[in-house]
């Protein structure tokens, strides 16, 4: 069930430094791309989404920038801040990729 | 944003025995609701699409005889896991579309529920 692949697996960056997770996907019938945040035996939850006619989605500190013809698409997360220590996920709803451990040094 | 809520959020089991979970959309009608399940530090796997009404779809390499689901109203989708074996330890997560998103494809999760097969 790879139907989208992330990268990297785990990820360290300085407090204040830039996060940058990419996934790729196949099936160009997928219309929905959200981004979640899972905590430690909690819920995923969503970080912000963005439909395919889009090149690019600001909220906060949170950016995600998409690529149609590359069936590709990043999460940048500003200003990473030790409290964004999380798993994320991106999906190509409703399938999940394979999550990246970010770790936010203070 | 909407609310999605699972029970129970942890159970221990006995090899052998069957297991329901429960998944409810607590302010809205969900038409669709999706169960996935995962592994320790490992990403969720989706294991079927409920449709309120009609018969679950169910992914590639799950068994539909050993996951039993039922999305009998537009509130709640239960899912049976039927002689469970310590194989089937996981975190099982149900999410839920919310109609009044207008289309869009918006899936609020639940909190987990927690199976131990011991």
């Known amino acids: 069930q790879q139907q989208v692949k992330q990268s990297p697996q785990s990820l360290i960056v300085q407090k204040g430094g830039i996060s940058i997770i990419n996934c790729a996907y196949e099936n160009t019938a997928f219309d929905y791309f959200p981004w979640y945040q899972q905590f430690p035996g909690k819920g995923p939850a969503l970080l912000i989404a963005i439909r395919p006619d889009v090149s690019e989605k600001k909220e906060g500190r949170f950016t995600i920038s998409f690529n149609k013809s590359a069936k590709q698409f990043s999460l940048h997360i500003m200003d990473s801040q030790p409290g964004d220590s999380a798993t994320y996920f991106c999906a190509a709803s409703p399938f999940f990729g394979g999550g990246t451990r970010l770790m936010v040094k203070p | 944003g909407a609310v999605v809520s699972q029970h129970p959020s942890w159970v221990i089991c006995k090899s052998g025995t069957s297991v329901k979970i429960e998944c409810r959309s607590l302010d809205f009608q969900a038409t669709t609701m999706f169960w996935y399940r995962q592994f320790p530090k490992q990403s969720l796997m989706l294991m079927a699409t409920?449709?309120?009404?009609?018969?679950?779809?169910?992914e590639q390499g799950v068994e539909k005889d050993k996951f039993l689901i039922n999305h009998a109203s537009l509130t709640l989708s239960t899912l049976t896991v039927t002689s469970a074996h310590p194989e089937d330890s996981s975190f099982y997560i149900c999410s839920a579309r919310d109609p009044r998103d207008g289309g869009l494809e918006t899936q609020y999760f639940g909190p987990g529920t927690r199976l131990l097969v011991l």
């Open positions: 409920s449709n309120e009404g009609s018969k679950a779809t169910y």
